[in-house]
Every structure is written in structure tokens, then in C-alpha cells.
């Protein structure tokens, strides 16, 4: 408690939190505060008056016993109790709602019970919000003059018992609990500010947010020079845009220049261009700056020796004024910063975490909470046992922490954690806002040098089954892509369900292909659902100048990741195996012999054709078309096609036969004639269209795989290739194995391309071809800041009837088709190629299974949330 005498003439507000007014009738408190709102100082909102209550309960501020006979005075005195009572009970739910929300509320209320106060102390120390008494310190003399003019005096015996009780009241006041106490002998002469929260800030020209720095203060001065800041000629680094350096805390301990790091931080916070959080290592060191018996271990060791170095060099007294200038300034640092745009609360930074109800507020609590994260005790090797408290974010604002070491960034949640163990040989993280970019610098080495540091912990756990609680309800994943996605936790669920029990082991599901959206406007030819002209416009509309037509195959989509030898793949996947091959919803492709016998003969052929040697490369990972359709679809073109296309052309040529006969009888049915031929037509184009996918096939025979995209070797992903370099690595593939097959393509620059691609459009899928898939030259292509759909399908005429059904080509239905709307579609081909892209180049990194699978289980989920199956 700190006790701030009259002199001091000037008495801020908490931004937040309780005051309580201590003094008996007459004492000026209404007085005070009606000054205050007047002034513009105090909301009248702030303010609940204990005799407005009354008023508002049970109709009348005041009932006067005095003068009344025994037996009514006693009524009325306890009507007047029972009313107090009631009025107290509304009035102290009203300030735990407001202190709740963080709001300031002022207490109009005598309070000369030491119990009555206690009330408002136990409610802010509930919500994490100061409490703060001002007592009004006046004269008995001035009390008993005042209740004269009243119009309703308390009488001379009620005021001077209430100035006794005050008296003796204050004798215990400091030691009750309140943070400020303030005594006021004369209110009209103090001066009242309005002191804001010391938790906000404005985002401005924007913030890099740099994660545990422990000490590693030449990877830190990498970092900066990474992120654009350079030194002025004071040494203070600046960034030319006028950007804000924070940080997560911990910039000191375990690694090799503590004291550097922490002094850079001080200069730069000084001078108003940085920012720094609180952190279980700072709180330590600055406990030990100020003498107390603190055991300095896990580093902080280290930063004991450096300061008696600097000791030695410099001398005790400099050593002393630094130690009081990096105690001060650790102890000044806030729990958690709250970063705003326009008055709304956009990032928390904080160095462990924070629950949803702490944002904004201060408390011993919420510090504790803030440095540790949410604990529950230890393990058996004395590391505490952390709790996932991001699993419980729902207030919307994003929350960057550190704390607990990942390789890297993990986005659980709306939360980001970017502390990725420089001292342990990690990298230093920034992320940037509003970016939203990451940028991170290698360290130089291992300076911690534990040899159970977590990061070497999270590799041992690599392949661990991951936690589904956090999961379940929903979650976000931050893509380089596409930026941050989240994802529904109904379809998260049904997702979830199909993973337990129906795909392949969760270590070998590495990519789930995206789906891939038709061309956003319908064909302006009348005769058309589909053209290329759409795509075309559409990717010239973009800004593509380049694109590639390749030819779409009619198969089922598979997955192929292929091992140099079983040995390989125990790094990757955790067993021995040459590799597998599923469908892009995850389950196996083939039959489990079937299966072994195609990795079998792939590997023969890759290892023979020494191409894991060339590539240096213990892996091949494929986005790939096997053909034929049947192989996967036999049970549907049975069930569906076969018997549709059957019945419809054999109820067709019934009718039309009895058509002709009632034209040859002399009625006139021509034009009847005419559509059931038309009709006929389509049914058996129907029939020719499903069956041109369809062939038999015994053993290996007749099986045809056509790679489309190369995605990874160990080491490396290719996104950043273009798609003819694909094509043309899908063509050398083609030469290696005879399970593999070329597709083929055209280069798309000028109208001149655009036409001969039309033409091969046309002539192949009249010929029966599906149709063709038009993409932009690069994997990933933007518009600006924004991500232009990767690919674009172009289905044929004949093709169509499959889909849209046997007469979908009659005017009536097809401008009731043209009518469809595809912009759910092409959202959820954007999310799940942004998706599929990270899962790969996490896998390939060889980030733990759990971040992998994050990105694999939101873009199934996505597959859960329908959208109409013909587009």
C-alpha cells in the first residue's frame, strides 16, 4: 500500500478498477464527485452512490426514525436497514459486473467498516483490477455544520458516532490491502487525472515482435538488419518506416552476451522505439539486482558472471549504477503489452501466456501468469508440466509468445508462438505485424550446450501421436500461402473420425491434394458450360502473363511417396517401409499386395535409373492421375453409370420406335421425333463418355501413373518451380519407369497460344478426353498481396453428361446451369492448396508430426464442409 499524502496535490485515476470512498456523512464525497463529472474528469456512469441505490430499490434516499416513539422507531429503522441492505446488494452486483469488464467504477458510501471495505478488495482482486481508497479527512466541526444545511440531517449523535467510527477505522487502513490510499483534508484543493492504460499501445507504422532472445545479441543484431533496422548515429537502431521494436522477454540468460542484450533493450525502450514484456527470467534477475536470495540457475548464472566481469573492468561503483538501472528497468516491465488499431485490440504480446479475461489488466496474478504460462507442477525430471492455454482463446485478439521453445513458429489458436531456441541452436524469430511475416536468423551455434534442451526434446517426440484436444474444437493454421486459416471444429470432428479409421497411418499422410476450382464465369457460348476462353481471361485479369494447358487425365488422384530403401523412411515415417500410395482423401489406394507389388516395381525402376543418387534425394514425393478410372471407381460406373446409360438408351429407342411408327401412321409427331433422336443421342453419348475411361486391367498391366507435380526430394520442395519444369520432370519420370506416363501440355504467352489450345482442347475432348487444366507458370502466383487460384479445370462437352447428367446440353437446362455459383469452391481450393503447400514443406523440414498434421487435418476438414460435388 502506498500512502500519498495532500501536498502532492495531483491524484490520478486507475484506468480501471475500484475506488472507494472512505468517509462519514457530510464528509463532501457526493460533493467531490459531482465536481468531478462536471469537470469532465468522471463519467457519471463511473459513479454508484449508495444513496442512489436506495432511491432506485425501494423509492426514498433516507427513512428518519428520529423523534418517533419507541415502537415506531424501531419499524422504521429496521425498514431502513432491510432497504440499506438491499440497495448495497443492487449497488455491489453493479460494480462486479463493471470491474468484470475492466471498467472504472467510483464507490459513493460512508465504508467505515473495515468489513464493508474488504467487500470491494475481495471483488477487484476476483476481476484483477487495482482497488484504491480515498479517504476524506474532515473536521468534526465541518461535518456537524454541513448536516445543518442538509435536508435531511443525520442529526448531531449519527454524525459524531460516524466520525468516531472513522477515526478509529483509519488506524488499521494502510495494512487492509488496498494498492493506493489517499488522504484528503482538503478535496477542493487536489487536482484528479485520468491515467491511461499503461497495457496499450498503438500499432502505428507497424511492429516486429522478436522472440526469446536469451543472450544470443549477435543473432539479435542479424535479425534487426534482417527486418530492415540500422544503426543511427547514437547507436539506437531505427527503422526507416519509423517501425516498433518488442519483445517477449527473456532477452537475458543462458547465452553469451546478457548483459549487451539487456542494455540495448533499456537504451531502446528509453527512447520510446522499443517495447519489452515481463518473463520468468527477467523477474528473477531483477529480484536478484535487488538482494534478494534467489538461486540463479537454468543461465541466469551466467548473467551473474558477466556482471562481475564488468565489475572488474569498470569498477563497483559503475557496476552498481548498472545494476540499479537494469533492476529498475525489469521491474518496470508490464505483464503484457496490448497492441491496438483504431481503439480495438488487435495483438497481445506476452512472454508465456494469457487467458482471455487477463488482456488489459494488471495483477500479481496475472504477472505470474504471464512469466510461467499455465502450469501444473513438474515432471520427473523437474521441467514444469505446461497446460494449453490457447486452447481456450476466443476474445479474437492474435497472441504472440515465446516461452517454450519450438523449431518452429507454431499458430495454434489465434496464438503464435515464435520462441525457436536461438541458445540451443535454434533461430531467433520477428514476426511482423500487420504482415504477418515471419523472418527468422540461424543461430551460430549451441550455446546452451543441454543436452535435454527442448528442442532436442521435440525432436525425440517428433513422431509422437499428436494432441487432438486442441484440435477438436477448431483451429487455426498460419500459411505462408494463404496467411492464417481456421477451421470449424464440427468439420474438424467428422475429419478426425475419418483419420482414426479409414487412411493410411497419420506418418505417411504428408499431402492431401486440394481441389480444384472450374473457371469462376460460365462459357459465353451458348453451347458451352465450360470454355478455356474463362480461364484465360481470368488469369489475364490476375496479371498472368504465362500459363500452362495440361491435359487433365481421367483417373483417380493419388499420392506417391516413395522411399530410396526401406531403411530411409524410418526417419521420416517411423518404420521401414518403400513408401505409399493413397487417395486424396487419405486412404490407401490399392489393395495392401497391390500396393507392394507397384512400390516394389517403382523402386526397382528408380534405383536402377540411379535416381535417388542423382537427386541426392532419400525421397520422392508425387501428386499424380492413375488411370484407369475403374480401378478405383469399378463400384460406382457398375451401380450408377452403367445401368443409367442402359436403361436410358434402351427406354429411348423404345419410345423413339413408337414415334416413328405414329409418324409412318400419318400423325404429326415430327417434332417429337426429333427429340427423342436427340435425346437417344445423348444417352448414347452418355454411354461412350464413361467407358472411354475404362479399361481392363490384370496385374500391373494396364496401369498408367501421371505425375503431375514433383513435390519434394529430403530437403527440398519444388513449389517454386514452374509447371513446365514439372511436366518435364514428369516426362524424365516417364522415361524411368513404364508406370509412368508423360502428360501432355502447351505453353500459353499470346492469343496465338490461347487459340492452338482451344483447337487441342476441342479435338481431345470430343475425342473423348475429360478436358484440360489451365494454370498460371508459377505454383503459387499472386495478385498483389493475394493468391490467385493454382489451377483451373476445363471439362469438355462430352464429358459433362457425367457429370451434369444425360441431357444437361438442352438450352432449358443448360441456362438453369449456367446460373451456378462457384465462389465457395474456388475459396476452398485456395485454403487447401495454401494447406497441402505447408504440410509438404513441414514434412520436408521434418517438423514433428503434430504441425503436419494440423495442415492435413484442416484441409480434410474443409473437404467436410459441402459444396455442390459437380463443380
Known amino acids: 500500500m502506498t500512502d500519498i499524502k495532500e501536498a502532492q496535490r495531483t491524484i490520478p485515476f486507475p484506468h480501471g478498477g475500484i475506488v472507494v470512498l472512505v468517509g462519514p456523512s457530510n464528509s463532501g464525497k457526493t460533493t467531490l464527485l459531482g465536481r468531478l463529472a462536471a469537470e469532465g474528469v468522471l463519467l457519471e456512469t463511473e459513479i454508484v452512490s449508495s444513496d442512489a441505490y436506495r432511491t432506485m430499490v425501494g423509492d426514498v434516499e433516507f427513512l428518519d426514525w428520529k423523534g418517533r416513539p419507541r415502537e415506531e422507531a424501531d419499524i422504521i429503522y429496521h425498514d431502513y436497514q432491510q432497504l440499506s441492505n438491499l440497495a448495497f446488494e443492487a449497488m455491489n452486483t453493479m460494480v462486479s459486473m463493471r470491474s468484470r469488464l475492466g471498467r472504472l467504477t467510483v464507490v459513493d458510501a460512508t465504508h467505515l467498516q473495515p468489513e464493508y471495505r474488504r467487500k470491494y478488495m475481495d471483488l477487484a482482486a476476483a476481476y484483477d483490477v487495482p482497488c484504491v481508497a480515498w479517504v476524506l479527512d474532515i473536521p468534526e466541526q465541518t461535518l456537524l455544520a454541513r448536516d445543518k444545511d442538509r435536508e435531511q440531517p443525520r442529526g448531531r449523535a449519527r454524525v459524531k458516532s460516524q466520525y468516531s467510527q472513522f477515526k478509529r477505522s ?9 494498492d493506493f490510499v489517499y488522504m484528503l483534508k482538503e478535496p477542493e484543493a487536489v487536482q484528479f487525472v485520468r491515467r491511461e492504460n499503461p497495457l496499450l499501445a498503438d500499432i502505428g507504422a507497424g511492429i516486429d515482435v522478436i522472440g526469446d532472445i536469451h543472450g544470443c545479441y549477435d543473432e539479435m543484431l542479424e535479425l534487426l538488419g534482417e527486418l ?12 526507416p518506416e519509423g517501425r516498433t521494436l518488442v519483445s517477449v522477454g527473456d532477452v537475458m540468460s543462458r547465452g553469451p552476451k546478457s548483459l549487451d542484450t539487456l542494455s540495448f533493450w533499456k537504451r531502446h525502450c528509453d527512447a520510446g522505439i522499443a517495447r519489452m514484456t515481463d518473463s520468468n527470467h527477467g523477474w528473477k534477475i531483477a529480484r536478484y539486482l535487488s538482494g534478494r536470495n534467489v538461486t540463479l540457475s537454468h543461465g541466469d548464472e551466467k548473467f551473474a558472471e558477466e556482471l562481475g566481469l564488468y565489475a572488474q573492468e569498470n569498477g563497483i561503483d559503475a557496476a552498481a549504477a548498472l545494476r540499479e538501472e537494469l533492476r529498475q528497468f525489469l521491474l518496470a516491465a508490464p505483464s503484457h503489452l496490448v497492441m491496438c488499431r483504431d481503439g480495438v485490440r488487435r495483438l497481445v504480446v506476452t512472454h508465456a501466456g494469457i487467458r482471455d479475461e487477463y488482456i488489459g489488466r494488471q495483477s500479481r496474478r496475472i504477472q505470474d501468469f504471464c512469466r510461467y504460462g499455465d502450469t501444473d507442477g513438474t515432471d520427473s525430471t523437474g521441467a514444469p508440466v505446461r497446460r494449453e492455454w490457447y486452447t481456450g482463446h476466443e476474445s479474437g485478439e492474435l497472441i504472440v509468445w515465446g516461452h517454450d521453445p519450438r523449431p518452429y513458429p507454431e499458430v495454434v489458436n489465434n496464438t503464435i508462438n515464435i520462441d525457436q531456441g536461438a541458445v540451443f541452436g535454434g533461430s531467433l524469430t520477428a514476426y511482423r505485424y500487420p504482415e504477418q511475416q515471419f523472418v527468422s536468423v540461424k543461430a551460430q551455434r549451441d550455446y546452451a550446450l543441454d543436452p535435454d534442451s527442448p528442442l532436442i526434446r521435440w525432436e525425440r517426440g517428433r513422431l509422437s501421436p499428436p494432441n487432438l484436444s486442441r484440435l477438436v474444437n477448431g483451429y487455426s493454421v498460419f500459411t505462408d500461402a494463404y496467411g492464417e486459416l481456421s477451421v470449424r471444429g464440427d468439420y474438424v470432428k467428422a475429419a478426425i473420425d475419418s483419420v482414426s479409421h479409414f487412411t493410411v497411418p497419420l506418418e505417411e499422410l504428408v499431402y492431401i491434394p486440394p481441389t480444384m476450382s472450374p473457371t469462376p464465369a460460365v462459357s459465353a457460348d451458348e453451347s458451352y458450360l465450360e470454355h478455356p476462353l474463362e480461364a484465360f481471361d481470368y488469369f489475364r485479369s490476375q496479371g498472368v502473363t504465362t500459363m500452362v494447358a495440361e491435359k487433365k487425365h481421367m483417373g483417380s488422384r493419388a499420392v506417391l511417396l516413395l522411399f530410396r530403401d526401406e531403411q530411409a523412411a524410418v526417419s521420416y515415417v517411423g518404420r521401414p517401409t518403400l513408401g505409399t500410395i493413397y487417395t486424396r482423401t487419405g486412404r490407401a489406394f490399392f489393395d495392401r499386395e497391390t500396393e507392394l507389388q507397384v512400390l516394389a516395381r517403382l523402386n526397382a525402376d528408380l534405383v536402377q535409373a540411379d535416381y535417388f543418387n542423382k537427386y541426392n534425394t532419400e525421397l520422392l514425393l508425387l501428386d499424380a492421375e492413375i488411370i484407369p478410372w475403374n480401378l478405383k471407381a469399378r463400384e460406382l460406373i457398375a451401380t450408377q453409370y452403367a445401368h443409367v446409360a442402359e436403361a436410358a438408351e434402351l427406354d429411348r429407342e423404345q419410345l423413339l420406335h413408337k414415334l416413328q411408327q405414329a409418324e409412318a401412321a400419318g400423325r404429326d409427331v415430327s417434332g417429337w421425333v426429333q427429340e427423342m433422336e436427340a435425346k437417344l443421342h445423348n444417352a448414347r453419348v452418355f454411354r461412350e463418355a464413361f467407358q472411354q475411361y475404362c479399361w481392363d486391367v490384370s496385374g500391373l498391366d494396364g496401369v498408367r501413373i501421371a505425375p503431375f507435380h514433383t513435390l519434394a526430394h529430403s530437403g527440398q520442395s519444388f513449389f517454386d518451380h514452374s509447371h513446365v519444369w514439372h511436366m518435364e520432370h514428369a516426362g524424365l519420370l516417364a522415361g524411368i519407369s513404364p508406370l509412368f506416363m508423360e502428360t501432355e501440355y502447351r505453353v500459353i504467352s499470346s492469343q496465338a497460344d490461347e487459340a492452338d489450345v482451344i483447337r487441342w482442347w476441342k479435338d481431345i475432348t470430343e475425342d473423348g478426353h475429360e478436358g484440360i487444366v489451365i494454370k498460371p507458370d508459377r505454383f503459387i502466383s499472386r495478385n498483389g498481396k493475394h493468391m490467385i487460384q493454382p489451377a483451373i479445370k476445363v471439362r469438355g462437352r462430352k464429358y459433362l453428361h457425367i457429370i451434369y447428367g444425360i441431357d444437361y446440353l438442352q438450352p432449358d437446362n443448360l441456362k438453369r446451369l449456367k ?26 523440414r521434418r517438423e514433428p508430426l503434430d504441425r503436419v498434421h494440423e495442415c492435413v487435418l484442416a484441409a480434410l476438414a474443409l473437404e467436410s464442409d459441402p459444396v455442390d460435388p459437380r463443380l
Open 170 to 178: 483509519l488506524r488499521g487502513l494502510r495494512e487492509e490491502g488496498f
Open 228 to 239: 530492415g533496422y540500422a544503426a543511427d548515429e547514437s547507436g539506437l537502431y531505427r527503422h
Open 819 to 844: 446460373q451456378r455459383k462457384t465462389g465457395k469452391k474456388e475459396r476452398h481450393a485456395l485454403m487447401e492448396c495454401a494447406l497441402s503447400v505447408e504440410s509438404v514443406n513441414r514434412f520436408i
